[in-house]
């Protein structure tokens, strides 16, 4: 017997996929001393305490509003309100945090405390990846103005 994957079921994923994810990045806050510890350690660098915290902690901020963002689109699309001024707003505020994100990681890839080679390509390609995903957002977002802009252009024709 196979199951036919609908519209219904790929919204209800995406939803529960977005609620886990927010979870975790709650919970995630509670990790970052350890993990601005582990890397204190591994980096042989003291004055990290200070400033690798205030990084994950502004990033791990950011991904939440996002996530909370896209749980109110979704939430709007299950509620059958797609083309509506609302949801470009979420993906506007999504693109900002991911924009955000890309200069919090930019800024440490020039920090002092990140002076080994290889964490500064990853704190450089976190940065490109949160560009790029925001860019990406940012066009979405343009699409669904023009989309609702149509939309109010036909609810008032004749």
């Given at each position: ?13 995406s ?55 896209l ?88």
């Open positions: 017997m196979t199951t036919k994957w609908t519209a219904t079921k790929s919204l209800f994923l939803r529960t996929l977005t609620i886990a994810t927010l979870v975790m990045a709650i919970a995630a806050l509670f990790c970052i001393p350890v993990i601005s510890e582990w890397y204190a350690a591994l980096s042989e660098k003291t004055d990290l305490h200070g400033v690798m915290p205030v990084v994950l902690y502004i990033s791990d901020g950011l991904a939440i509003f996002a996530l909370w963002q749980h109110k689109l979704l939430r709007n699309i299950h509620a059958q309100r797609v083309f509506v001024t609302e949801n470009a707003t979420c993906f506007r505020l999504i693109s900002w945090c991911c924009f955000a994100v890309a200069a919090v990681w930019l800024f440490t890839t020039f920090w002092q405390f990140v002076y080994l080679t290889f964490w500064r390509f990853v704190a450089f390609l976190i940065a490109f990846m949160a560009a790029f995903v925001g860019l990406i957002v940012r066009v979405v977002k343009n699409l669904l103005d023009a989309a609702v802009e149509l939309r109010e252009e036909n609810d008032y024709t004749i």
